[in-house]
């Protein structure tokens, strides 16, 4: 059965960092692309950073680039997104979602994580 979990959301001041987990279980993420998602209430999905999967390809929407940092490790069969320097404008829910192909858009994506909650509030 091929499932995504993230981990690792909550609650926590402007300033502060929170590293978000998307583990794999029935299929191997070194084969495939890694995109993270987020949505916040009454707006549209939007991807945040993805990574190909050879990891030479990465890509960070401009409002998180400098803040935010993607990476696997393959020996685990997970991803991260490490996010620093929080803001409230960044709450929202965070998915993970693994495909074939590299891309950041969330159509081309086939596995999806049920996602984790990120409050950023003071």
């Known amino acids: 059965q091929v499932q995504l979990v993230e981990s690792g959301g909550g609650l926590v001041q402007p300033g502060g960092s929170l590293r978000l987990s998307c583990a794999a279980s029935?299929?191997?993420?070194?084969?495939?692309?890694i995109g993270w998602f987020r949505q916040a209430p009454g707006k549209e999905r939007e991807g945040v950073s993805c990574?190909?999967?050879?990891?030479?390809?990465?890509y960070y929407a401009d409002s998180v680039k400098g803040r935010f940092t993607i990476s696997r490790d393959n020996a685990k069969n997970t991803v991260y997104l490490q996010m620093n320097s929080l803001k409230p404008e960044d709450t929202a829910v965070y998915y993970c979602?693994?495909?074939?192909?590299?891309?950041?858009?969330?159509?081309?994506?086939?596995?999806w994580g049920q996602g984790t909650q990120v409050t950023v509030s003071s």
């Open positions: 979602a693994a495909s074939i192909w590299y891309s950041c858009l969330d159509s081309e994506y086939d596995y």
């Open positions: 029935g299929f191997t993420l070194d084969h495939y692309a």
């Open positions: 990574i190909s999967s050879s990891d030479s390809i990465t």
